[in-house]
């Protein structure tokens, strides 16, 4: 009985090890920022990248991973492109679950590259 307890702990303990690490490049410079599961998408904040883009990270309890990227604009945040992946991502080649996405300032002719893997 202690064998299946300890086998059990070491289980959940793994589980919620989980993270989602995101690599965000942009302006040359690449930098991870990761999210650990939440119940509550709304709390958690955006990450500015260079002087044009936010990005959002959310990794819903174990059910949905979502990717968002924003202009930062005087008018307010603006939503430029979204990922939605599903539970159990299963990272696959060199660029983990969402492959490698690339979004475009509108104005300042900017590239963001980003892909996400779990960890």
Request: overall charge negative; proline content about 8%.
């Amino acid at each position: 009985m202690k064998t299946l307890l300890a086998i059990f702990l070491l289980l959940c303990s793994s589980v919620h090890a989980e993270t989602v690490a995101c690599h965000v490049t942009y302006g040359g410079e690449t930098r991870t920022l990761e999210a650990q599961p939440v119940s509550d998408p709304y709390t958690v904040p955006t990450v500015q990248v260079g002087s044009y883009f936010l990005f959002k990270l959310v990794f819903e309890d174990r059910t949905v991973i979502k990717t968002t990227v924003y202009a930062d604009r005087d008018s307010g945040p603006t939503p430029l492109h979204q990922g939605i992946f599903t539970w159990p991502p299963i990272n696959s080649g060199p660029h983990g679950f969402t492959g490698l996405h690339f979004v475009y300032e509108p104005v300042r002719d900017g590239e963001l590259e980003y892909w996400c893997e779990l960890n």
